[in-house]
């Protein structure tokens, strides 16, 4: 009986201490698993931007006019007479007729019971679309030639400047951006007495392009497509660990 007693105590002690290690190694793993978890919430949100200056390479101008008569036919006649006038106008600029279309007719008819007499208006629209960005806006410096040639110009005119190169300079910009978000991330830890880790989440917000500042053409407005001069603006959000 005592034998039993003894060899049964002596299990009791050993499994006893096996409950108390692993009770020991448990908190420990668990302590370590929690202050892995309390070191991944330590993290810093910041933006990085990245800006370049660009030039437009493709020029569109849309050139409207009308005119208005009591018969088709003369109201057509001094039309085509207009249209003649704009290409002109283009080639005497060096432009090739083929950057030249037609791209909208309308005529417009109806009886002036006023006047007792009937009124026709034709309207038109020709298109200058040409990558020689820079003697397209010298054209378009001289658009008074135009209306003393006899065309007048309408609601609609105007030339759109285009930057269609987005997409070849999108990931150098998308890492520069990424690299200014870190400097801030950087800036940020080092206040804190802290390191910057991996990225824990990243978002890119659009691509915008808009004029170079003092840069806006003609039109009298200020979005990018009014200068050839222009100014491609990206911003990301990212979200860093500290360590």
């Known amino acids: 009986m005592n034998a039993v007693t003894t060899v049964t105590r002596g299990t009791l002690l050993a499994a006893s201490a096996l409950i108390a290690v692993g009770a020991i190694g448990g908190g420990y793993f668990m302590g370590d698993g ?16 990245a800006e370049r200056n660009v030039t437009a390479d493709l020029a569109t101008w849309t050139i409207a ?6 018969e ?3 109201v057509q006649a001094s039309i085509d007479e207009k249209s003649r006038a704009v290409r002109v106008f283009f080639e005497q600029a060096g432009f090739p007729a083929n950057a030249v ?6 005529v417009n ?5 006023n006047r007792q007499q009937n009124v026709v208006t034709v309207r038109r629209r020709l298109q200058l679309r040409t990558n020689d960005v820079m003697r397209a806006r010298a054209a378009f410096a001289r658009q008074a030639d135009l209306i003393r040639a006899g065309v007048a ?7 759109v400047y285009s930057f269609t190169r987005l997409n070849a300079i999108k990931p150098a910009m998308i890492a520069e951006g990424t690299k200014s978000a870190r400097q ?27 004029p170079r500042d003092g840069d806006v053409d003609g039109n009298g407005g200020g979005s990018g497509t009014d200068s050839p001069f222009q100014k491609v603006r990206v911003v990301t959000t990212i979200d860093f660990y500290l360590r």
Do not use: H, N, W
């Open 72 to 74: 088709l036919a003369p």
């Open 101 to 106: 279309s037609d791209v909208g007719a309308s």
């Open 34 to 49: 929690l202050r892995r978890a309390k070191m991944a919430e330590r993290s810093v949100t910041v933006r990085g931007l």
């Open 184 to 210: 801030a991330a950087q800036q940020f830890a080092a206040d804190s007495d802290t390191d910057v880790g991996a990225i824990k989440s990243a978002s890119q917000g659009y691509f915008s392009i808009g």
């Open 109 to 113: 008819q109806f009886f002036d019971t």
């Open 65 to 70: 006019f009308s005119e208005t008569g009591s």
């Open 153 to 159: 110009l309408e609601e609609g005119s105007g030339i």
